[in-house]
């Protein structure tokens, strides 16, 4: 099973800023498509951000209309690692964050623990 580990969340006031990491064990993450998620206490997950599996351009980019302008997701293959920059962030931005496969991709990844990110106002 392929269990990605994210990390990075934190308490930050609004306007602030933050990086999530997520690790992704094995080969597979360099072919796979991936994206960011969130889920907010008692809601579904919902997509945030997705990116191609060779993508660090921006037209392989995708983003949820709350987050455009504001985050951005990045990868590199070569550290098995993709990155959420979050900027402007706001008090409704709080919520778990997790990473998983892109939901276009053909496979799903056992969902990791999440990282909790908590915007004070």
């Known amino acids: 099973q392929v269990q990605p580990v994210e990390s990075g969340g934190g308490l930050v006031q609004t306007g602030g800023s933050l990086t999530l990491s997520c690790v992704v064990s094995?080969?597979?993450?360099?072919?796979?498509?991936m994206g960011w998620y969130r889920q907010f206490p008692g809601k579904q997950r919902e997509m945030v951000a997705t990116i191609t599996s060779d993508g660090n351009l921006e037209r392989s980019r995708n983003y949820a209309d709350s987050v455009k302008g504001r985050f951005t997701i990045s990868r590199d293959n070569a550290k098995n690692t993709v990155w959420l920059r979050m900027n402007s962030l706001k008090p409704e931005d709080s919520a778990v964050y997790y990473c998983n496969t892109a939901p276009y991709s053909n496979r799903q990844f056992t969902w990791g623990q999440g990282t909790q990110v908590t915007v004070s106002s």
């Open positions: 094995g080969s597979i993450f360099r072919y796979t498509a």
